[in-house]
């Protein structure tokens, strides 16, 4: 799928995801179902912490042809801080730290000779995010700003640059309940950062916890 | 607040999604090499003898009335004006008729085609072969859109000669108008001449460790290039770890500017290089390459002149700064003082300004010259050779700007 169809596709369904929340959002909740308006009769702030692993899904042209396109698992960690409406819809913040890629080759023949070629990419996204409460499963998106930073040993010569890129985050729960704060479910989720065009589903344990309720 | 908040949230989405993915026209190459192969080598005074205005009567649907057949070393183009198409040909000669094959395309768009002339020699090969200018000239043959159609060409006058500047933006052409090569390159440069360019401009930044290198953009990226792990400045790495560990769009390197300098002298026919800085720290090491090419140049009897762009008053506070300053051929696009002050040959506003015709006569008066940039639009194009006294135009259309020229 080209650049522009992604981020087209990306963009579309988190519109429709949002603009479908913003309509619970401004309801009367008079207007909603019965089963709805039970759902949630507090408004809370939670905490989510995650914990999993990561993988790259696409690797550029460029790195497929030096075989730099291996499967990696990278640890995942997560945070996110949501505000639970009395609707369907809670928004919240979403962060992580992504290790997108990492490689190290050796003995690398170039026309400045033989040397050891090292790499790292990480993200740092910071994303708004609309999470809808669909059955027993919360389904959210949301898109914010990524920090990217790559990292380059070759030629003994650190090079390290950053840029700052758009997001987006797709993302499943199940939660248990285990008391009436406390909770623990499974999530996956899907980033897609878009100056780099890279897509990073992910699986977690999350712990989530009620912080303040009214 | 509702409507603000969606406005809010549509407009940050569709930002997100500015990005365009490009799809590149292929060149039939083998179908080329195979319909000449075994054919003999067309001579350059049988060359000089096609150059020249024709009139079709088939294929003017798609190609306009008139085109115009210039050769440039083994290629021959066609420029042509519906759709600012053109056609590029490679020729031999077999059983004492001249084929010419190649492909077609519009300078805007992917559209593109197999073509396949031929001189026949009762159409006049047999007088071009023996080294006549032939009474008629007749070159017909087909070429490929969604059918096979049919194309008639007649020679109809002379070529004029080329005594103004048509200059290839970016290395010789954008990647997004879907060139065989990346901007920027050796490989763009060896094809710049046969969309009609007799001057490039190159955009210069410069690698960590003090070389300067051709490079658009301000940071690496997926529009320029494939490789993942390159995300930041071009300065922020080594040329060694740019030139072996990341490629370009269409799979080059980023050539160091000396290579490209080399290239142009030794292996095409361009006469002007304009250099534009794209950073302010480097004008020291540019001008010291510009000079050690020029004097290449010279020593090699070479027709080419190469010149430093001074794009923003940084670049000529920094200019102005060098030892002996006035010596180094430069292109000023700051106002008429600065040209004056920084002894640039070339004054080079943007064509938005206007025609400027009193300020490129007085400017003309003082022995200086007047380039105008980045005109792309058929309509402008045709404005200014007609009513402007620019003695040339930075493109990314050079086919475009030929084919005007040509028929102004």
Known sequence: ?214 | MKHFIINSIIFLLLLQSCEIDITNVTIPQNRINDTLEGTLPIKDYIKANINGKYKLSEGKEHFGDVIFLKWNGRYLTAFCKKNASFIVLEGGIRDSAIILVGYWRFSQGSDNGFVKLSIEKDNGARELIAGLKPRTLTISGEFETDATQKINLTYNDTLKSLDFLIIAHRGGGRNIDRHPASENTIEMLNYVERLGANGVELDVRITKDNIPVLFHDEYLNKRLIREDYFIGKVSDYTYQQLRAFCTLKRGEKIPALKDALQFIIYNTNLEFVWLDIKETGSVKQIAEIQKQYSDLAKSLGRKIEIFLGIADINIFNEFINLENYRDYPSICELDEDYVIKANSSFWGPRWSLGFLRERVTELQKLGKKALVWTLDEPQFIKNFLDKSYFNGILTNYPTVVAYEYYSN
């Open chain 1, 1 to 214: 799928m080209s650049i522009i169809q992604t981020k087209f596709l990306a963009a579309s369904l988190t519109f429709l995801l949002i603009l479908f929340n913003f309509n619970l959002l401004f309801s009367d909740d008079k207007n909603l179902d019965s089963n709805l308006s039970n759902k949630h009769k507090t408004f809370a702030l939670s905490i989510y912490v995650s914990s999993g692993v990561s993988t790259l899904l696409n690797y550029s042209e460029g790195n497929k042809s030096r075989n730099i396109n291996k499967r990696n698992f990278f640890y995942l960690p997560s945070l996110k801080i949501m505000w639970n409406t009395n609707t369907l819809l809670n928004i919240g913040i979403e962060s992580a730290f992504i290790t997108i890629m990492k490689d190290q080759q050796y003995n690398q023949n170039t026309d400045f000779g033989i040397t050891n070629f090292e790499a790292l990419m990480t993200a740092l996204p910071i994303s708004l995010i609309f999470d809808m409460n669909i059955w027993k499963f919360n389904l959210y998106a949301g898109f914010g700003a990524a920090y990217i930073e790559s990292y380059i040993n070759a030629f003994d010569d650190n090079s390290s640059s950053s840029i700052i890129a758009g997001n987006y985050i797709y993302g499943l729960e199940y939660f248990i309940s285990l008391t009436e704060r406390l909770k623990v479910g499974l999530e996956a989720k899907l980033y897609y950062i878009t100056s780099i065009n890279k897509y990073l589903p992910g699986a977690c344990i999350s712990i989530g916890y009620d912080v303040f309720r009214w």
